[in-house]
Every structure is written in C-alpha cells, then in structure tokens.
C-alpha cells in the first residue's frame, strides 16, 4: 500500500515539488495563525505568549457580545455587504451585457475608464471624497450655495454615510465585476448566437435564453465567494472614507474597523481575536450553507 | 432588413451614448481632484473646488518637488515592494496554479483544498498580526511589506480558468519527448500563458503599490514608510510636510502654504505612475481575466 503510494509519488514527484513554494508559505502565513485563534478564549498578555495567556473560556466572546456596539458593527457589515452584492451583480451584469452590443473601437475606451478607479488606493478615493465634501470648500457644498441652498456639515451628519459609501463602493468596484463578466460573455461559443439568430430570435431572447444562463456558473461563484465575506467588511473603504470620524461611527462603523481600533489603540488581543473567529466561522457556515443550496438546485453551478 | 439594421445600428448608438455619459461621470470625482491640485489655494479659500481652475497655479506641485525628501523615500520604498513583490507573487501565483490546472496531477484535488480552504476559514487580524511581529520579527522591515501579500487564493483560480484552456496534448506530447516538468512549465507554459501573467502581475503590482494596511499594521521607522501611507499621514497632518520643507532651507511662512492644494498634488503623485502604466497594459484583460471554476 505505502509503496504503491510512494511509486505514485515518484511519478508526481516534479509537479509536487512546484507546488513546494505555496504549501510552505500557505502553511506558515496562513495555516499557522489558526492555531492563534485559541487566543480568543484567553486573556492575552505579552509577556507570557499565547500559550502562557491564562485561559478565560467565553469572556471574550460574552464582552464583545453585551457591548451596544456589537449589534451596530454586525448590522452595518451586513447591511452594507447586501447592498454591494446586490447592487454590484445587477449593474455588472447590465454594463457587460450592454458593453458586448457596442463596438470594438469604443470598448477599448469605454473599458479603460470603467476600470480606472479600480486602480486606485482607499486612501486617494479618500481625498477625492474629501474633494466633494469638505465642509468649507468642497465640491458639493459650492454647488448647493450656487443654487442658494444652505451648505452642510457632511462629516457630521451621519445620515448621508450611507449613500456617500455605497455609491463610493460602486465608482471603484463596479468596473472590475463588469470585466469579469464581460469576459465571461466573450468566452460564449458564438455558434450559440449564430444557430438563435438563425431561428429569428430578438437580442433580448438572445441574452435571457443564452448570455444569462450560460453566465450562471460565473454568478454563482462570485455570489457564493460573496456571501463568504458578508460579515468581512473592506477596511479601506469605511475607515478612509468617512476618515475615521467618531461622529459617523454610528452609520459607518463595521466590523473589522472595531476590531482594529480596539486592537491598536486599546489592545485587546483576546476580544478582537473572539471577533475575528465569529467572522470565521458565521462566514464558513454561509458559504457551506449556499453552496449546498445551489447544488440542491443544480449539481452543476456549485463550488464543489 | 434595411429597417432592421438601422435600428439596430440606433440601439447601438443609445448604448454608446449612454457609456459616453457614464464614463464622464466616473471622471468627474478625478478631474475634480487634479484640478483643485492645480489651483491658486487664495481662489481656493475663496471660491472652493470647481471642475476647472478658476485660478491655475503649480505652486503644490513646485512646493512638493522642491523638498521632497519623504516623498522620494516613499516612493523608493514603494517601487522596491512592487518590484519584488510582483516578481515573486507572479513566479509562486503561476506555479501553483499551473499544478492544479494539470488534470493528470495526483495531489491536485488535495491541493486545491489546500490552498482554498483559508480563503474561506482564517485566523483573523490578530493571530496574523502576532505571528508577523512576535514570532517572525518581521516588524518595521520592507519584508513585512511584501511577504503577506505573496499568494491570493483569488489570483491562482484567475490564473488557473486560463491555464486550463492550455491544450493538454501539447504538454503531454513534449513529456513523450523527454522533457521534464521545469521545462514544460517555463519553455510552453509561461509562454502560452503571457495574457494572464500581464493581468495578474499588473494586479499583483497595483495591489503592493496602492497598500497603506500593510504599512499601517507594521511600519513605525519613518524611513520605510510606504507611498500610501505617506498619504494617509499628510491627510491626517499637513505638519508633518511642512516639517520636512523646513528642514531643506526653503523660506517658509506656514500662512502661504498651500495645504489644500498641496494635498490633492500628493494624490496625483501618489496615484498617478500607475495611472499611466495601467491602460498600457490594457489589452491583455479580457483574454486574461477568465475565472475557472475551484473543482475545474
């Protein structure tokens, strides 16, 4: 038996030491810190290491859950989350199914500029945040004084956040899942469309019978990966964009900007390791939990 | 047909249009910021932002490169970590992935889960953050802004959906032909693969460039303070600039500096090289931007 297996091992011998450098630098970087998660129920001191840390049970787990502040952070990650997903499948979707009808010359254009805040940091889509709203001279508040309107304090008025960060989320991210989409369309066997053309089918038959259902599987991937993270919010986004501003914590506070703050300025390993195992676990149990549902439905579109 | 096709050709041009206007309403945020770096900051005070300079000056810009110790520091920095870390990522991203796209591999199934299964289940901020700096000491070094970031899960399936469109035939009938596994992978592999390595190394390279968490986790010595981070600083204080131009003798008054433009200059800087890089390397995208499927 372990012979056999070793005369197969010789034979995959090349390949397996190829994949040498990634099984190591997985097993360091990202297998070794799951063994830290055992700091989530102990009360973490530097001095003693995490093995020396006395054990503390739930009280990690039990602080975080009784402060005002857990619900707010979760419903913000998810709440904000939803609406990215939804709302980026349904424009993505749109543009690069709109993005496939014009022509080659413009694509290149049009392309280029959808793409182009994808590639830049939080911290410049910060500044231009900033360039629209500051108090004093930014852009929006010039505009409402030319239409004889009353400027507002944005950085204080915590109603607005939601809108300013969906809508900064969508100017930066909206393009790269319509470039994957869009690739995913061009990879469609054009005879499919010749044959429903042939049949006389309208552009609209062509794109609910074909581009849509052919494009599924793509869907279900990004959605389930998606639905994964829904309780991992993107740091960059809520913590450069509204510039950490105590008075918009209330709307735009998520998860992993709490954890980070309590990490670095007030230090409390354990709490924020209890933190990030919820995020871990609720977020495994949905992909586990989805992609079971889409098999249910159709073996074929799951991720495993 | 002749009234098929004009309208088809008049729902072409709606959409055309319609992606006019959509593109000049993603600019619009950008325009705003390279314009207010390139305003007088009196008109500025005065007047606010607006799309086009109501008074057109290069005083940020001549104030920054005038003394821009830190900046070039950062920018030195910056470059270095996009540079190897692009290297290295693209050399490790290709391997594995070109592993698990090859459908005779034995371990192939056992390592797709290897390596996926953290992306979906992971320590978390705080067991990373100890082992960097306690366990690894890679604290306030240039490594701890280039190895975290060295294998995503999400650029090896990106680049695994276009290895496993590689015709196997080729790969198997140059194995017949005695050459060994290093061979095939760097003399057809690599070769066949080019649009994906440009995607994903420009991806790999923007990701290093555009990072501020790496530095914010890590990084105290003001001597590897990453570009981004540089940035997120001077937002935060404008002191810490002003600091740095008296230190190169400029006649300096506080009063006359242009902080508001001055701001919006550092993020042109900032953003801009790769600005410039990234529609050059454009038109490999779609054919390189194919995502497989994990069970392949």
Redesign the interface.
């Given at each position: 038996m372990l012979q056999r297996e070793w005369k197969?091992?010789k034979?995959?011998r090349?390949?397996?030491v190829?994949?040498l450098?990634?099984?190591l630098?997985?097993l360091?970087?990202?297998?070794?810190?799951?063994?830290?998660?055992v700091?989530a129920f102990k009360q973490y001191r530097?001095d003693l290491?995490?093995w020396g840390s006395k054990w503390i049970g739930l009280k990690n787990f039990e602080f975080f859950f009784k402060s005002d502040k857990a619900f707010t952070v979760t419903r913000n990650t998810i709440l904000y989350n939803l609406t990215f997903i939804i709302l980026t499948l349904v424009l993505a979707l749109t543009?690069a199914i709109?993005?496939n009808?014009?022509?080659r010359r413009?694509i290149?254009?049009?392309?280029?500029?959808?793409?182009?805040?994808y590639?830049?940091?939080?911290?410049?889509v910060?500044?231009?945040v900033?360039?629209?709203m500051?108090h004093?001279?930014?852009?929006m508040?010039?505009m409402l004084?030319a239409f004889g309107e009353q400027p507002i304090r944005w950085y204080e008025q915590a109603q607005f956040w939601p809108f300013i960060i969906v809508l900064t989320q969508l100017?930066k991210g909206v393009?790269f899942s319509t470039?994957?989409y869009?690739?995913?369309i061009?990879?469609i066997d054009s005879s499919y469309y010749e044959a429903a053309k042939i049949d006389g089918a309208s552009?609209w038959q062509m794109i609910r019978k074909i581009t849509i259902p052919l494009l599924t599987?793509?869907i279900v991937?990004?959605l389930i990966v998606a639905i994964?993270g829904i309780f991992r919010a993107d740091?960059?986004l809520f913590y450069?964009i509204p510039?950490d501003t105590s008075f918009l914590y209330n709307a735009t506070d998520v998860i992993?900007t709490y954890?980070?703050r309590s990490?670095r300025i007030v230090g409390d390993?354990g709490m924020?390791?209890a933190?990030?195992?919820y995020?871990?676990?609720v977020?495994?149990i949905l992909?586990l939990l989805s992609n079971w549902v889409v098999k249910k439905i159709n073996e074929d579109n799951s991720?495993? | 047909m002749q009234t098929e096709s004009n309208r088809m050709n008049w729902?072409?041009k709606m959409?055309?249009l319609?992606?006019?206007i959509?593109?000049l309403a993603?600019?619009v945020?950008?325009v705003?910021?390279i314009s207010?770096s390139l305003t007088d900051e009196k008109s500025?005070?005065t007047?606010?932002?607006?799309?086009i300079p109501l008074q057109f000056s290069t005083k940020a810009y001549d104030i920054i490169l005038d003394a821009p110790k830190a900046l070039f520091r950062a920018y030195g920095v910056t470059i270095f970590v996009t540079l190897v870390g692009t290297f290295f990522g693209l050399?490790?991203t290709s391997?594995?992935a070109?592993?698990?796209s090859?459908r005779d591999?034995?371990?192939r199934k056992m390592?797709t889960l290897?390596?996926f299964f953290?992306s979906?289940?992971?320590?978390?901020?705080?067991?990373?953050?100890?082992?960097i700096s306690?366990y690894l000491h890679l604290k306030d070094t240039i490594w701890a802004l280039i190895?975290?970031y060295?294998?995503s899960p999400f650029f090896i399936l990106i680049m695994k959906g276009f290895m496993d469109k590689l015709p196997f035939e080729i790969i198997e009938s140059t194995k017949i032909d005695g050459a060994?596994?290093?061979r095939i992978?760097f003399t057809m592999v690599i070769p066949l693969s080019v649009p994906a390595l440009v995607t994903i190394g420009l991806f790999i390279s923007?990701q290093y460039?555009?990072?501020?968490?790496l530095g914010l986790l890590f990084i105290n010595n003001q001597k590897l303070i990453p570009l981004?981070?540089l940035?997120?600083r001077i937002?935060?204080t404008i002191e810490f600039l002003s600091n740095n131009i008296s230190t190169v003798n400029v006649q300096f008054n506080l009063a006359d500096f242009p902080s508001?433009s001055a701001?919006?200059a550092m993020?042109v800087l900032?953003?801009g090289p790769?600005?410039v890089i990234?529609?050059m390397f454009?038109?490999f995208?779609?054919?390189g931007?194919?995502?497989g499927?994990?069970?392949g």
């Open positions: 197969h091992f034979r995959n090349e390949l397996f190829m994949s450098p990634a099984i630098y997985k360091i970087f990202n297998y070794l810190p799951l063994i830290g998660l700091l530097f290491g995490i543009l709109l993005l009808e014009i022509s413009w290149k254009v049009h392309q280029t500029i959808l793409f182009l805040p590639f830049l940091s939080w911290v410049v910060g500044y231009v900033f360039g629209f500051d004093k001279n930014g852009f508040n010039v004084q100017w393009g470039l994957i869009y690739a995913g061009l990879s552009k599987p793509l991937i990004l994964g740091f960059g450069f510039n992993d954890v980070y990490l390993f924020s390791t933190i990030g195992l995020q871990s676990v977020g495994f992909v991720l495993w | 729902t072409g959409i055309n319609f992606f006019c959509l593109s993603l600019l945020p950008l705003l910021v207010i500025l005070l007047h606010g932002y607006h799309l050399l490790f391997l594995t070109y592993t698990i090859r591999y034995r371990y390592m290897y390596v953290t979906l289940f992971s320590g978390g901020l705080v067991p990373f953050y100890i082992l306690q190895v975290p060295l294998l060994n596994e290093w992978f923007f460039w555009n990072d501020w968490w981004q981070l940035l997120y937002m935060s508001l701001r919006m993020a900032a953003a790769m600005m990234f529609p454009q038109r995208f779609i054919s931007l194919t995502v499927a994990i069970k």
